[in-house]
């Protein structure tokens, strides 16, 4: 899929509140539905030109769809993502998923902020690995899996 179809789902989004075109996008970008997401060159084109990606979690910012794309291209082994859930509208919408490196698995939520076109202005990530429950609530939980 291109990046002009990808922004037409996007566009569509959040133009509607259309949980199933983003998903459908988002699917697209990561390379969920066909095993290979858009190239780095593809999300470029799907991103803002004032594009900003923060994670709070380590204190860092990239700011510019050119140094996101550069970081992209220079990442070593991108993990294979899950989704656990896509919700929100309008121009703000939440990706749940899960991020497995291999060697280590992290929780992932992203935060995205899109424009009337569809490209993406903003994407502030948050991260967090895995941790044993605390037996003294056992009581009142069920395990996720």
Known sequence: MSASEVLDLFRRAVADDDAVAMRAGLDRVLGLTSGTGLSAEDEYRVRHPGYVMEMPQSGERIRGREAMRAMQEAFPTPPRITVRRV????????????????????????????????????????????????AWRAAWVEPLG
């Open 87 to 134: 919700v929100g509208a309008g121009h703000v919408w939440v990706l749940e998923g899960v991020n497995d490196y291999g060697a280590e698995v992290w929780h992932v939520a992203l935060v995205l902020e899109f424009d009337d076109d569809g490209r993406i202005v903003r994407d502030t990530r948050y991260y967090a690995q895995p941790v044993e429950p605390p």
